[in-house]
């Protein structure tokens, strides 16, 4: 069982910089992590994710080059820091895990067994 809590967000202005945490309360070194977002009315998107080794990345079109994932085993936490907000990347942002046993669509948040709460990022003009 993990449990996973986020924190960081926050209302910051565009071009603004934040840093998620994701804190998780059992051993998630094998564990592939994910972040997603969901805008009011919208459903929930890939945002990036990081293989369980911490060796391979992914991240949707719109924040590759703007956000960095990234994960310290030794912490059990898992980061997204974000660079250049835009107003667009305004939601509610979740952890998620999956194991890495499992073969699933890493960019499908129907493929994770485990998700945090939520914390909201609100990018103001």
């Known amino acids: 069982q993990v449990e996973l809590v986020e924190s960081g967000g926050g209302l910051v202005q565009a071009g603004s910089s934040l840093r998620l945490s994701c804190a998780a309360s059992?051993?998630?070194?094998?564990?592939?992590m994910g972040w997603f977002r969901q805008a009011p009315g919208k459903d929930r998107e890939f945002v990036a994710v990081i293989r369980w080794n911490g060796g391979r990345t992914w991240y949707a079109d719109d924040v590759q080059g703007r956000f960095m994932i990234s994960r310290d085993d030794a912490k059990n936490t898992v980061y997204l820091q974000m660079n250049s907000l835009k107003r667009e990347d305004t939601a509610v942002y979740y952890c998620?895990?999956?194991?890495?046993?499992?073969?699933?669509?890493?960019?499908?948040?129907?493929?994770?067994?485990?998700w945090g709460q939520g914390t909201q990022v609100t990018v103001s003009s």
């Open positions: 059992g051993r998630t070194f094998s564990y592939d």
């Open positions: 998620a895990a999956v194991s890495s046993q499992k073969s699933v669509n890493l960019r499908n948040p129907g493929g994770y067994d485990y």
